[in-house]
């Protein structure tokens, strides 16, 4: 189903089957995954619902890698999460049990999403909100909140092994 609260930030990535995945970052403490499916791509099938943040839920971000369904989420708590998004076979929810609606040009299926997911990691050391996270690499993930900081973690060890302090001009 759809969040209950208003989206922050979403970010797109394609599975090993070559469908497009979107995942959407929201105030409702919540990552949800869709999956775009039919037999045009026009239909958004909810995959996955992220479940860790204490509260909103401000950014989300994949792993720059083409073999695996890997996450990273910064939210309004000070956490980052990693997460795994199990990947889905060709299975789609059964008419009786999801209802379709119109949005735009796409249709969603308004269904209980295939999988709860938590983190599979913590990345500690965030002081303050964290507003906006990227992953450049599969082994450093880059964040930066309101502690007016960029910081860095090894995504191996879960440590945060380089500060950038942000001073006021």
Sequence with gaps: TKHSKPIKDVCSYYVRDGKLNVATASQDMTIRVWGREGKDNSILVPKAVL???????????????K?????????????????EVPEDS?????????????????????????HTVEPVAKLEGATGAVMGIVWPHPLA?????????????????????VILPCKAA
């Design 90 to 114: 060709d299975e789609q929810p059964s008419s009786s049990a999801a209802k379709r609606r119109r949005g735009g040009d796409a249709e969603a299926i308004d269904a209980a999403p295939r």
């Design 51 to 65: 479940k860790g943040h204490t509260g909103s839920v401000e950014c989300v971000a994949k792993m720059p890698t």
């Design 67 to 83: 073999s695996a369904s890997r996450l990273v989420s910064g939210g309004f708590d000070k956490q980052i999460l990693l997460w």
């Design 141 to 161: 993930v880059y964040a930066c909140g309101w502690d007016r900081q960029i910081r860095m973690w090894d995504v191996k060890t879960c440590v945060n092994s």
